[in-house]
């Protein structure tokens, strides 16, 4: 009888054990933090400023006509979606993240990444946290999918509109790809998150667009609020107060 | 004397209300691979998003006149420093710009010295910053 309990005994254990191992094997990372600028990715240089050329891109002739369109108009003013409080989008909201630092809050089911400029958010979901693809709302930053490959954070978009006012321009019909993992530290003993990216678009492109973007972790740092549109809005007010004759309140 | 005193704040206006016209400029029009400074005293001061807008009275061979400067965000210049009562409407102020390309008056605000001899801005003046200073220019960064 006791050699049956003990039999039992550590039978529990042995289970136990297995289990905290395949536990650990499956453990994802946590993400969870705030992140800045990280050291380069190779070929990146240190910053990439707008109005920086691209890398040389393979761009079908239609869509490059479109985008010398663009920029032709926008050149002498300098206009960009940001000088009009609007957020960047996908690719570039992540690419332009670590300017102003990035925070990323993880769920088993869900990531949330807010973009300090801008104060652009994007959700990452998992599993059956997802919606159904008819219910997906097309957007700037599209619909964001998410599952773990390992230690990696494989994050499909989709679900994006036309933007021709980015730095890497794509269709309606792109879609991005990006590959999350922890990337050792650097110097100063900071995280480092590192993302590689394969935007595909048969309307815009012959083939995939690919670029790498680090982030270094900042141990206990804060998003600042960001907005934006307050000039805007007393720019209207104004209109209205010269419209009606009156002065403003 | 206040003939004089109208023409002179009538050139104001004029001048407050051609360079407002101006306003939501965009870092193309600058050159951040250089640096002027510039002192005067504050007429207009509004640390909002996207961009600082300073308008400053300043006296040159032209005389005194108005001259709009725009500049970081305000998220920016809290990282960099600024807090809020730290530039008052009539406060002598210097703002070091990236001047505009055309050579015409006005800049972009990298960094600014207040009436109290406080600094706020990016304080290095490398060329090797200048990408990350129009980045931070353009809104995004």
Known sequence: MKMSVFKHLAIGAGLCFAASITSAANAQPDFTGLWTNGPPAPGAGPVVARGTPPPPLPMLPQAKARVEAYQTLVRESGASPGGSCLGTGMPGSMQGSGGYPMEIIQRPDQLTLIYEAHGELRHIYLGDRNAKQEDRVPGRDGYSSGRWEGDTLVVETDNLVDQVDQRYAHSENATIVERYHLNGTDKQGRRILTAEVVMTDPDFYSEPVKFTKNWAQVPNGRLLPYECAEEIWSERLSELAKKAGVKLP | ?141
């Open chain 2, 1 to 141: 004397m206040k003939l004089h005193t109208l023409i002179a704040s009538t050139a104001l206006l004029f001048g407050l209300a051609c360079t407002s016209a101006q306003a939501h400029h965009s870092a193309v029009q600058y050159d951040f691979t250089k640096q002027t400074a510039v002192t005067g005293v504050v007429k207009e001061f509004s640390a909002k998003n996207p961009h600082l807008l300073i308008t400053l009275e300043v006296t040159n061979d032209k005389g005194p006149h108005l001259v709009q400067f725009e500049g970081h965000s305000l998220n920016n210049m809290y990282r960099d420093g600024y807090r809020k009562g730290m530039v008052g409407i009539g406060d002598k102020i210097t703002v070091n710009t990236a001047p505009l390309k055309s050579a015409a008056e006005g800049g972009y605000v990298v960094s600014v010295v207040t009436a109290k001899d406080e600094f706020f801005g990016m304080r290095s003046t490398s060329a090797q910053d200048a990408a990350k200073v129009q980045a931070a220019a353009e809104g995004k960064r």
